[in-house]
C-alpha cells in the first residue's frame, strides 16, 4: 500500500552539483506532478506529466528538468543546483478520476 | 491565473470548539476542489474532495463547502481536538491538471 513513494527524504547539496529525485507510483495513474513548497509561497506546479511520454511546464519550471520514464516514474533533476533551490518538493499523482495523492516530500538543501 | 487565498493565515482554538476554515479563488471555472491536511515535515493527507457540481461532502467531523459561483469554500471541523492541530490547506483544479494551492492555515488545539 505504499501509493507515492519519493526518494531521497533529505538532500544537502553544494551550489553548482546536481542531482535527481526520484517519485514512483504504485496506483497505475496517468498524471504525475512536481510541486515545490516554500515558507510563505504554498505549493507551487513545476513540472507535470499528463500521461506517460508526456510532460509539462508549470508555474516554476526554471533550473529543473523532468523525466517520465514510464508509467510508474517520474523523476525531477537538477543540473546546477542554487541556494534559491533549497526547498521541499513533492511529488504527486493522479488516475483518471479528480483525487490527487501526495508523497511524503524531500527536504533539499543548497548550500 | 487562478489565485487561492486561505484566511486566517493562523488560528488558535481551545479543544471542543468548532471552527471555519476559510478558501476563496478568483476562477469560478473549477472542475474540483480539494482539501488538505499537512503535519509538520510530513507530506498531504487529502481530507476532502468536492466536484465543480457538489456543494458539500462530510467525513466525520469535517464538513467542506462548496459555491462555487461566488468562489468560497469553507472546511468546518467540529469538536476541535488537540490532534486536528495541523496545517490545512486548499487547492482547485481549473482546465488543465494540475491543482492551484493556497498558502495553507495553521491549526493549533489547545487542551
Not at chain 2, 469560478?28 to 499537512?38: G, H, K, P, T
Request: overall charge positive.
Amino acid at each position: 500500500n505504499a501509493g507515492v513513494t519519493q526518494t531521497p527524504k533529505f538532500q544537502v547539496l553544494k551550489t553548482g552539483q546536481s542531482m535527481t529525485l526520484q517519485c514512483a507510483q504504485d496506483m497505475n495513474h496517468n498524471s504525475m506532478y512536481w510541486y515545490r513548497q516554500d515558507p510563505g509561497m504554498g505549493l507551487r506546479l513545476i513540472y507535470y506529466s499528463a500521461s506517460e511520454g508526456t510532460t509539462d511546464k508549470g508555474e516554476v519550471p526554471n533550473g529543473y528538468n523532468v523525466s517520465r520514464l514510464n508509467k510508474r516514474e517520474f523523476s525531477l533533476r537538477l543540473e546546477s543546483a542554487a541556494p534559491s533551490q533549497t526547498s521541499v518538493y513533492f511529488c504527486a499523482s493522479r488516475a483518471e478520476g479528480p483525487e490527487a495523492f501526495f508523497g511524503q516530500g524531500t527536504r533539499l538543501t543548497v548550500v | 491565473k487562478q489565485e487561492v487565498t486561505q484566511i486566517p493565515a493562523a488560528l488558535s482554538v481551545p479543544e471542543g470548539e468548532n471552527l471555519v476554515l476559510n478558501c476563496s479563488f478568483t476562477d469560478s471555472a473549477i472542475y474540483n476542489l480539494q482539501w488538505f491536511r499537512q503535519d509538520p515535515g510530513k507530506g498531504l493527507t487529502s481530507l476532502l474532495l468536492i466536484q465543480s457540481s457538489q456543494r458539500e461532502q462530510t467525513s466525520g467531523r469535517l464538513n467542506a463547502s462548496l459555491d462555487k459561483s461566488s468562489g468560497r469554500s469553507t472546511l468546518y471541523i467540529a469538536a476541535s481536538q488537540p490532534g486536528d492541530s495541523a496545517t490545512y490547506l486548499c487547492a482547485v483544479r481549473p482546465s488543465g491538471y494540475a491543482l492551484n494551492f493556497g498558502k495553507g492555515t495553521s491549526l493549533l488545539v489547545t487542551p
